[in-house]
């Protein structure tokens, strides 16, 4: 009954002094570690259609007092859309699969040492990961292209270093530090009731963590794994500023080769996003599932 009068919340404030409030989990921003998937897969069914509707009917409209019709332009893209797809989107996918398996493997290697409890191993691995995390991944690639020898001589042998492979190392930093922490903050969320009943049956840390631990943060990790796959799918167009022969750069070229017609633009980049679109829709709706089925059940 001490209680039954809080000033400030059920009577008259004495003071002037602000009422904390209850937090509003509405209102409060959280690192949602699969949030581009989330908002992609939150896109209605509706978005299929008014994206092929406004790939159409945007061009229509601005070729309509051009000598270079729409036909024209649409009989261009089919042409070339052979080329576009098999030596461009494909190499996109490509450049996407070599990164994601470098980044993840190296990623893992990271998370593990950040939570190291040598202080040598850990802080250095955190300084990495957060180094990365934070860095632009254009100005990634264009230290790496510019650090990179175009060739390697070893002996009497040359190797080549090719434009693609630098983008593949240049992308992989970012992705490297982003698993990174999706591997720790995956291990973290195990509670620690795991670690000390792993103790006190005399596991080792190294037995507690690869037998115990890790068998359970796989599945918590695979959903921002696929994210961050989205994601760097995506970013796979920057390089185009390197040089590398992808989708973006093709379609330049197309556009070119087709005599630079202005109302080409519309058409080609229209395609290319697109078909970007329909490439990480399934990948997002799946990580959405994935996640729903492998929610921790409290």
């Excluded at 949602?32 to 896109?43: E, I, T, Y």
């Excluded at 230290?143 to 992989?172: C, H, N, Q, R, Y």
Aim: hydrophobic content about 55%; aromatic content about 12%.
């Amino acid at each position: 009954m001490a209680f039954r009068f809080l000033p400030g919340v059920n009577a008259k404030s004495t003071t002037d002094l602000p009422v904390l409030l209850p937090v509003d989990p509405a209102r409060v921003m959280v690192n949602d570690p699969v949030g581009f998937s989330r908002w992609l897969a939150s896109l209605p069914a509706w978005t299929w259609g008014a994206l092929i509707a406004a790939i159409v009917l945007w061009p229509a409209v601005s070729l309509a007092a051009s000598n270079y019709t729409y036909a024209m332009a649409t009989t261009a893209l089919v042409k070339w859309l052979p080329f576009l797809v098999a030596s461009g989107f494909l190499f996109n996918v490509i450049i996407s699969l070599m990164t994601m398996l470098i980044g993840t493997a190296a990623g893992v290697v990271l998370g593990l040492a950040q939570i190291s409890p040598n202080a040598a191993i850990r802080l250095p691995a955190k300084f990495i990961t957060q180094t990365f995390r934070n860095s632009p991944w254009l100005v990634l690639l264009f230290i790496v292209l510019l650090a990179f020898p175009f060739e390697v001589t070893i002996g009497s042998l040359v190797i080549s270093i090719p434009d693609w492979m630098k983008a593949v190392v240049g992308l992989s930093l970012p992705i490297m530090a982003n698993i990174s922490e999706v591997v720790r903050g995956a291990i973290l969320s195990v509670h620690d009731g795991q670690w000390e009943a792993a103790e006190s049956l005399g596991y080792s840390r190294h037995q507690t963590l690869w037998r115990i631990i890790l068998p359970q943060c796989f599945k918590r990790m695979i959903p921002p794994w696929m994210n961050w796959y989205a994601i760097l799918t995506m970013a796979t167009p920057l390089c185009s500023l390197l040089g590398v022969e992808e989708l973006i750069t093709l379609s330049r070229q197309a556009i070119e080769a087709e005599d630079n017609h202005p109302e080409l633009l519309v058409p080609f980049y229209s395609f290319a996003l697109l078909i970007f679109f329909a490439y990480c829709y399934p990948i997002a709706r799946m990580t959405i599932a994935l996640e729903k089925r492998f929610a921790v059940k409290l």
